[in-house]
């Protein structure tokens, strides 16, 4: 059973377009949601999180808008760039003992196109 | 600061061969984190620690798998007798624990079992 669902599987986006990357969720215990972003031969790296006493948070280029009732949360980039092109994972986690486990969608490949 | 190491980076064994895996964490970071990553697929969780007390193994896919903390900082993922369905980037993450969720990852260390 996959708890997280991210779509699309690949996306392409021409330079300073919008970038748009969807998760679904569906343990309602979850209570931390952070992106990664992973170039090849890399460990990803967190880009930003949030958490679901708030909708929306932005940092920078990046924002996360949150839907608590449709257990749902989306990553936007504004003005894409091609340095932006990698691997996005969402993930998830919370709920009892186990707040400290990340559960990861199966991620999205971002190609920007100069 | 430094961030999280990892070594070997690449490691090639030959099915049956036990390979042992080293994590350095964040220097002061008490929460360890391994996981495994298939080709085109997010991390998987297998283990984590809260300094050198292992509190949840429970991703770990068989007996074969064992990791240790054993003084609270360096960590080892030990996998013995390997087999083909090993092969996998292993991603080691630390945090800083309590409330705080945040996970950062190292490079990984990707395992071809031939």
């Known amino acids: 059973q996959q708890q997280v669902k991210q779509s699309p599987q690949s996306l392409i986006v021409q330079k300073g377009g919008i970038s748009i990357i969807n998760c679904a969720y569906e343990?309602?215990?979850?209570?931390?949601f952070p992106w990664y972003q992973q170039f090849p031969g890399k460990g990803p790296a967190l880009l930003i999180a949030?958490?679901?006493?708030?909708s929306e948070k932005k940092e920078g280029r990046f924002t996360i808008s949150f839907n608590k009732s449709a257990k749902q949360f989306s990553l936007h980039i504004m003005d894409s760039q091609p340095g932006d092109s990698a691997t996005y994972f969402c993930?998830?986690?919370?709920?009892?003992?186990?707040?400290?486990?990340?559960?990861f969608g199966k991620g999205t490949l971002l190609t920007v196109n100069p | 600061g430094a961030g999280v190491s990892q070594s070997p980076r690449y490691k090639v064994a030959k099915r049956g061969q036990d390979v042992a895996l080293r994590c350095d964490p964040i220097?002061?970071?008490?929460?360890l984190f391994w996981y495994q990553q298939a080709l085109g697929q997010g991390p998987e969780f297998l283990t984590y620690?809260?300094?050198?007390?292992?509190?949840?193994k429970s991703g770990l896919p068989s007996d074969r798998f064992f990791a240790e903390r054993p003084e609270g900082s360096v960590s080892t993922l030990k996998i013995q007798r390997t087999q083909q369905e090993d092969s996998a980037v292993y991603l080691c993450?630390?945090?800083?624990?309590?409330?705080?969720?945040?996970?950062?990852f190292g490079p990984g260390t990707r395992l071809t079992v031939l």
């Open positions: 993930a998830a986690s919370g709920g009892g003992g186990s707040n400290y486990k990340l559960t």
């Open positions: 993450a630390s945090g800083r624990g309590g409330s705080y969720n945040e996970q950062f």
């Open positions: 220097s002061g970071h008490v929460s």
């Open positions: 343990n309602t215990a979850f209570d931390y």
């Open positions: 949030i958490r679901p006493d708030v």
């Open positions: 620690f809260q300094n050198e007390a292992q509190l949840d």
